[in-house]
């Protein structure tokens, strides 16, 4: 199988992962769709442990870890590209599938990131979470916040990464990075979160938040008088709030929250969907901490409801609610109707219709009073 083959049709085309699985073709996956490339024979049993092999480049404790554990997440070079690579086991044979990370990093307007999100990384202190689910661009959004830190200010910036994807080079800040993987530079998030106090960093980077431990470790560090940058795989921003005090057990809930309220400073919630051209959109739900939001989560009984109300409600302090976003990219003409409607529930439906009823209005409003200024202008 020429996979050096393969992984450059994949990179000429803009692919975001290729899948080698084995009785089908190699298969790329470009804005959402899987393309099979034709002119390559089935993959076999042998092809699939020649592919072990070559991503594996030799690596004795790599194999001895797969073996053991029926899964490896690893990193290699491509030329210019990053591959994050995962293999698991289906019917006693590898499957692989690769992530290409390109090094060329876009920047977070052209990633379509509202710019508070980048105004609040200027913050000295406590939590910012980048959240999503799988795919939906979290590590991009976290990464391009890292650069434009870098590019603008003079900061230490730890990163916990697992694998590593963007390689950062310092420039105005110093940036270390660290693979958290068995055999490699960290053993666990919560570890290397901890150790990052004795290491003088102003940021640390958490690539996952995924357990109590590593939650705990990240308040620490907080709270301590570090910022800290972290995602999790949650859909919404109030789910974000939910999921992390259930980390915790009930008796605990109520410290948690009061820590939680005081520290956290900002999440961006993010979905890609396919837009009208065919590529990737952003549509963000941004929910800035403000007293209001506190005061929610300090409640004896959280209220998701009321936390996502109480975002769509405070546009002036730079939250952005879900229905807002998808209501702006309709009346762009960057979506459809349908695709706005599909992303939300349907006791939100007729919310979206006023939304955009009222961002038309307000649209119309704006460009008469231009034009009527025009005219006293001229005249």
């Known amino acids: 199988m020429d996979i050096n083959g393969i992984l450059k049709k994949a990179s000429e085309q803009r692919a975001s992962d290729v899948h080698f699985i084995c009785g089908l073709?190699?298969?790329?996956?470009?804005?959402?769709?899987?393309?099979?490339?034709?002119?390559?024979?089935?993959?076999?049993?042998?092809?699939?442990?020649?592919?072990?092999d070559f991503f594996l480049k030799g690596n004795l404790d790599k194999d001895k870890l797969f073996k053991e554990k029926k899964v490896l997440d690893c990193s290699e070079e491509f030329g210019d590209i990053r591959l994050r690579i995962n293999i698991?086991?289906?019917?006693g044979t590898p499957v692989i599938t690769t992530r290409l990370i390109r090094n060329e990093l876009p920047t977070y307007e052209d990633l379509g990131v509202p710019d508070i999100v980048r105004r609040m990384t200027a913050q000295t202190q406590g939590l910012i979470l980048v959240t999503g689910k799988t795919n939906s661009g979290k590590s991009t959004t976290l990464n391009a916040l890292i650069n434009y830190i870098n590019e603008n200010e003079s900061r230490k910036i730890l990163t916990l990464e697992s694998p590593v994807e963007y390689k950062h080079?310092?420039?105005?800040?110093?940036?270390?990075?660290?693979e958290v993987a068995f055999g490699s530079d960290m053993p666990s998030y919560s570890i290397g979160t901890k150790n990052s106090l004795r290491e003088d960093c102003d940021i640390l980077v958490i690539g996952e938040i995924r357990d109590k431990e590593t939650l705990d470790a990240a308040i620490e560090t907080?709270?301590?008088?570090?910022?800290?940058?972290?995602?999790?795989?949650t859909k919404s921003c109030a789910?974000?709030?939910?999921?992390?005090?259930?980390?915790?057990?009930?008796?605990?809930?109520?410290?948690?929250?009061?820590?939680?309220?005081s520290l956290l400073k900002l999440v961006i919630s993010q979905k890609l969907i396919r837009n009208k051209k065919g590529t990737l959109t952003l549509i963000p739900e941004v929910m800035v901490v403000d007293n209001i939001i506190s005061g929610i989560i300090r409640k004896e009984k959280l209220s998701v409801s009321e936390i996502e109300?109480?975002?769509?409600?405070?546009?002036?302090?730079?939250?952005?609610?879900?229905?807002?976003?998808?209501?702006?990219l309709y009346v762009d003409d960057i979506i459809t109707l349908e695709q706005a409607k599909a992303q939300i529930e349907?006791?939100?439906?007729?919310?979206?219709?006023?939304?955009?009823?009222?961002l038309k209005m307000k649209r119309e409003d704006k460009s008469n009073m231009s034009a009527d200024n025009m005219g006293e202008s001229n005249y």
Do not use: C
């Open 25 to 52: 073709k190699p298969i790329l996956r470009i804005n959402r769709e899987l393309i099979r490339l034709e002119e390559y024979d089935l993959i076999t049993k042998d092809d699939m442990w020649e592919a072990y």
């Open 88 to 91: 698991s086991y289906s019917d």
């Open 239 to 261: 789910e974000t709030i939910d999921r992390m005090i259930n980390f915790y057990e009930v008796r605990d809930q109520t410290t948690v929250k009061y820590l939680i309220a």
């Open 309 to 328: 109300d109480a975002i769509q409600s405070s546009s002036g302090n730079g939250s952005i609610g879900l229905i807002n976003s998808l209501a702006e």
């Open 169 to 178: 080079t310092s420039k105005k800040s110093i940036i270390v990075q660290k």
């Open 222 to 233: 907080a709270e301590s008088g570090h910022l800290v940058l972290g995602t999790l795989h």
């Open 346 to 358: 349907e006791k939100n439906i007729e919310i979206l219709n006023r939304t955009i009823m009222q």
